[in-house]
Nanobody
Framework: QVQLVESGGGLVQPGGSLRLSCAAS????????MDWHRQAPGKQRELVAA???????AYADSVKGRFTISRDNAKNTMYLQMNSLKPEDTAVYYC???????????????WGQGTQVTVSS
């Protein structure tokens, strides 16, 4: 049906940068809000950043000023530019999208499989 595929994770030193991508594919009418979540070992999954289809954004306090969320609606792709990374940013990062499969029907949420981000020296 709808698939979300994240990419761009990896190992980076503190202070470094990474850019995550989330590409949506499948049969769908429209994508509404998209967001990034993360889950560190032993912790609950938390919302990192969100973006509406119109481009309005919101960020968790812990990443404000360091992370930037964006999207390319023509490509059904969302991005997360992460700068000044800290060890506490280490987590599996997941993307989520609110998708309308057919015109006039309700929206559903879909999740990607996650991509590991490790910040360590």
């Amino acid at each position: 049906q709808v698939q979300l595929v994240e990419s761009g994770g990896g190992l980076v030193q503190p202070g470094g940068s990474l850019r995550l991508s989330c590409a949506a594919s499948g049969n769908m009418f429209s994508i509404y809000a998209m967001d990034w979540h993360r889950q560190a070992p032993g912790k609950q999954r938390e919302l990192v950043a969100a973006i509406t289809s119109a481009g309005s954004t919101a960020y968790a306090d812990s990443v404000k000023g360091r992370f930037t969320i964006s999207r390319d609606n023509a490509k059904n792709t969302m991005y997360l530019q992460m700068n000044s990374l800290k060890p506490e940013d280490t987590a599996v990062y997941y993307c989520n999208a609110e998708v309308q499969l057919r015109r006039g029907e309700q929206q559903f949420h879909f999740w990607g499989q996650g991509t590991q981000v490790t910040v360590s020296s």
